[in-house]
T-cell receptor
Framework: ETGVTQTPRHLVMGMTNKKSLKCEQH?????MYWYKQSAKKPLELMFV???????ENNSVPSRFSPECPNSSHLFLHLHTLQPEDSALYLC???????????FGAGTRLSVL | SQELEQSPQSLIVQEGKNLTINCTSS?????LYWYKQKYGEGLIFLMM?????EEKSHEKITAKLDEKKQQSSLHITASQPSHAGIYLC???????????FGAGTRLFVKA
């Protein structure tokens, strides 16, 4: 148990659906991250939030929309996804620069 | 931009054997992290190295950061089936909150 909880663990959606991924942390950390992990590729950083403000958008398509309503929650809203978006989406948090990142268990997303 | 290359990409060892995984950076490392991941799950933190020449151990796993701070190695002694998984190295960039990761090394341990 890392203190970072992601829901749902598995999600199957059609290309026209709208869904959201949720990340909740109980560590009191200021920075929260979304990563995408595809088969045999390095982790890809998608978004970074620091003190609820988005500080990094790593050229992510607009069909992915992050939201950080408070310091404990991070969402990733999904709409009109493509099959190549199928991957493991990981949330992570850290107390500050140079500190350890703690990861959630991930959401396995399949886009049909 | 900085890149991390891990070798080997995958490794199959007999239970009880020792093994080493390497992580080589294209630039000086300012904070090197080792994580372990079981298939389809999140990353579990193993160790963090910051100083050149630093070495840390946890149970049967030892990680080192070389003096020139551009390579790290992870060594497992007397491997067990519980060591199987994907090992990833990560490094912080020189500013901000970004961490880049290597592609991972898949370890299989045969009982």
């Amino acid at each position: 148990e890392t203190g970072v909880t992601q829901t749902p663990r598995h999600l199957v959606m059609g290309m026209t659906n709208k869904k959201s991924l949720k990340c909740e942390q109980h560590l009191g950390h200021n920075a929260m991250y979304w990563y995408k992990q595809s088969a045999k590729k390095p982790l890809e950083l998608m978004f970074v939030y620091n003190f609820k403000e988005q500080t990094e958008n790593n050229s992510v398509p607009s069909r992915f929309s992050p939201e950080c309503p408070n310091s404990s929650h991070l969402f990733l809203h999904l709409h009109t996804l493509q099959p190549e978006d199928s991957a493991l989406y990981l949330c992570a948090t850290r107390a500050g620069e140079g500190n350890i990142q703690y990861f959630g268990a991930g959401t396995r997303l399949s886009v049909l | 931009s900085q890149e991390l290359e891990q070798s080997p990409q995958s490794l199959i060892v007999q239970e009880g054997k020792n093994l080493t995984i390497n992580c080589t950076s294209s630039k000086t490392l300012y904070g090197l992290y080792w994580y372990k991941q079981k298939y389809g799950e999140g990353l579990i933190f193993l160790m963090m190295l910051q100083k050149g020449g630093e070495e840390k151990s946890h149970e049967k796993i030892t990680a080192k950061l070389d003096e020139k701070k551009q390579q790290s190695s992870l060594h497992i002694t007397a491997s067990q089936p519980s060591h199987a998984g994907i090992y990833l190295c990560g490094a912080d960039n020189t500013g901000g909150f970004k961490t880049i990761f290597g592609a991972g090394t898949r370890l299989f341990v045969k009982a």
